[in-house]
């Protein structure tokens, strides 16, 4: 690990006053990282991926707070951890899917460590970005892609360019994305709110860029909007073990359907895009149908009709497809 | 380190338990801290500290690299308080191991995934090979040695021992860490449950079937 100066701080102002390129003096606003659970920062800075020269401390930020909004919705603070926002009782019985989505991620013991702002911003598992020895876009931009001619089993079918395939490996995010999620960030020119799926960024030509954050800028918080009464809310993970590891494809899925028609449906994606995929062909396909076995299909087809795949990953299409279709079923099962 | 942390809160009178009776570790640790302290400022330091001085202010470790940045800590183990003066990049599982000579507390892959480092932090269970000492200031940190002793030994620390919970031992603290652990955590009742709370736990052995038994045992207990 690269030698680095660490920074605390006691409240939000401080630690974006310290995140200030202009302010911190010899660090530029690149080589700042903001410190929380540290399972995915200390990790790549122990693989030398991550070399920040100043990091701050924000671990114990008032920011763990989960509060119902009045009139419906949910704050979720950044530091929250993961392990206290899936068994929260509010989220257990009005984001279930969230809660589900969390469960199934990592251990028991990094679920107590990793945050919500930390888990927003997990890094890919794609090997090569955590091989130095190796060309990576995302890590050092123009080197080129080692994934695309090498082991590609795991990585994303949606959204990829010639330049990057990387999974956005979080199964957290996809539940967020479906359930809308708006995170909110401060810097030093104020305070913004970013919907969740602007919030991640397509890789094209700057895989490096992986979201709308602005140099310097933290997550204070993320709010989830009032689930609409009635619905049914799902997570179903596939992957090569039963627990303790990455989806191979995931689905987060919000349905309501009344008097016999679906008059509600989010859909999102998870291990197979790069990055948290929500699926607005799927959804399209399916609002005003019947939930039955045929809706759901034609729907799966239409989420996965844009996947490019590689040498190794051709069989996610047909995992993905039926994941949709296996949690749309399980959605609108009749208790 | 600051002072002898096998016996932070005792005098230098009183023989420490590890003097008496030489552990293995302890033995070698010992040797080679003799056989190459002269030269070197950091191991010097270990040599002072497995002595029965009691040292308030080591000098930090010489062979730090110029741009590395010592930080002040106090933290509190087992119960004890301790002032250290580390590398800011010390996990808190070197820490433990390397300047707290609390070696119960195993490294295995050092990247979170095999358990072996299982620690509580203010009683919840975390990985201490993903976590910055310096990160934890008057946070309540618990190891295996403050879990039980020879002769009063934690409820489950026995369950393992009886159900053989174990073959070569080196993922048997991170496991009974994440096993005390679970107990106050909302897992189901059934041995599935037990064996996705225990997913982060790793045990090359294969050793689960045993593992279940035992933290089943104490679960009817509780």
Known sequence: ?335 | MSKDPQKPDTTADDPAPVLERPTRRSFLTRVGAAGVAIGTGQLHSVALAESDATVEDAPPASNASADSANMHVRLNVNGTSYDLDIDSRTTLLDCLREHLHLTGTKKGCDHGQCGACTVHVDGRRVNSCLSLAVTHEDEAITTIEGLGKPGALHPMQAAFLEHDGFQCGYCTSGQIMSAVALLKEPYGHSDDDVKEAMSGNICRCGAYTNIVAAIQQIRRRV
């Open chain 1, 1 to 335: 690990m690269e030698p680095f100066q660490l920074k605390r701080v006691a409240n939000v102002s401080q630690a974006i006053d310290s995140a200030n390129p202009a302010a911190s003096g010899q660090a530029n606003s690149t080589s700042i990282r903001f410190l929380a659970g540290g399972t995915t920062l200390l990790d790549l800075m122990k693989l030398d991926v991550e070399r920040p020269a100043q990091v701050i401390d924000i671990h114990r930020l008032p920011l763990d707070q989960i509060e119902a909004i009045d009139g419906g919705g949910v704050t979720i603070g950044a530091t929250v951890r993961n392990s206290d926002l899936a068994n929260h009782p509010l989220i257990k019985s009005h984001y279930a899917v969230l809660s589900q989505a969390l469960l199934s991620g990592a251990s028991a013991q990094l679920r107590n460590m990793a945050t919500t702002g930390g888990n927003l911003l997990q890094r890919t598992r794609c090997v090569y970005f955590r091989d130095t020895a190796t060309p990576c876009n995302k890590r050092e931009p123009g080197t080129g892609c080692s994934a695309i001619d090498g082991f590609n089993r795991n990585l994303a079918i949606l959204g990829t360019s010639e330049h990057c395939i990387a999974t956005n490996p979080s199964d957290m995010n996809v539940a967020m994305t479906a359930l809308e999620a708006t995170i909110h960030v401060e810097g030093v020119q104020g305070k913004r709110e970013i919907g969740i799926d602007d919030f991640f960024l397509l890789p094209g030509n700057t895989p490096e860029r992986e979201t709308s954050l602005k140099p310097g800028e933290l997550i204070t918080h993320v709010t989830l909007p009032a689930p609409v009464p009635g619905n049914r809310m799902v997570y179903l993970k596939l992957r090569d073990r039963a627990s303790y590891e990455f989806a191979l494809a995931s689905a987060a899925v919000v349905i309501k359907v009344s008097a016999g028609k679906i008059d509600h449906i989010r859909i999102a994606l998870g291990g197979v895009g790069v990055k948290p995929w929500r699926s607005k062909e799927a959804e399209a396909r399916l609002l005003g149908q019947a939930p039955d076995a045929a809706a759901f299909r034609a729907a799966s087809e239409a989420a996965l009709q844009s996947a490019h795949v590689q040498s190794q990953n051709g069989f996610k299409i047909e995992l993905a497809k039926r994941c949709i279709q296996h949690a749309l079923t399980l959605a609108t099962q009749t208790a």
